[in-house]
């Protein structure tokens, strides 16, 4: 980020401190996009979506004080937004598919060490994959999205969602299964191109 556009970040931000509701606007604007997109990656439906975004603004808007400059702020409210659509999750009280945590845990860790190669899927659309991901089920959608699209490992997902690190390895494994089922006939239609 230039040094213009930092400053301009940091005028935004003091005026959100100062309950500017004009900042507050300029600021929902230059993020929703992008924000919305995190959204619907943990939703069912965009309306889903659009909640958890203004939960999570709402929840920026009261936090930004706690942000002192350091790191990205687009970064720091990325993380609140995620953290909303998790809380969102926790709501829904959706349960893992499998709650048995002894054999969670040696189906998580077998699945894990029988993933295959995922280099036949770069030439797959990143929109065809995220088209897929959302036919998963809530909670190998979550898990994947954790995993995959923000970072988290086992362990943190495990105490983020209150599930064993089995049953997260597990619904990973499981929603990759899932997703080479869907895609396996778009797969199949570049590989004859």
Not at 107 to 131: H, N, R, T
Request: charge should be negative; proline fraction near 2%; glycine fraction near 6%.
């Amino acid at each position: 980020m230039g040094m213009w556009q930092k400053h301009e970040e940091m005028q935004l931000v003091e005026g959100c401190k100062r309950e500017s509701r004009i900042a507050q606007k300029e600021l929902f604007s230059k993020l929703y996009g992008r924000l919305l997109s995190i959204c619907m990656r943990y939703s069912d439906d965009r309306d889903e979506a659009e909640d958890i975004l203004q939960n999570g603004f709402i929840k920026v808007f009261k936090s930004i004080d706690n942000y002192k400059g350091d790191g990205s702020f687009e970064g720091w409210v990325k993380r609140i937004i995620v953290n909303t659509a998790i809380d969102n999750y926790r709501r829904k009280k959706i349960r893992p598919v499998v709650t048995d945590t002894e054999l969670t845990d040696r189906m998580g860790d077998q699945l894990e060490d029988e993933l295959e190669d995922e280099s036949v899927y770069e030439k797959i659309p990143i929109s065809a994959v995220m088209e897929a991901v959302q036919k998963l089920s809530p909670a190998y959608k979550t898990v994947f999205n954790l995993y995959v699209l923000e970072g988290y490992n086992h362990n943190e997902i495990s105490e983020t969602l209150g599930i064993s690190v089995g049953t997260s390895k597990s619904n990973l494994s499981k929603a990759r299964f899932n997703l080479k089922k869907i895609l396996t006939p778009l797969i199949e239609r570049i590989s004859q191109e």
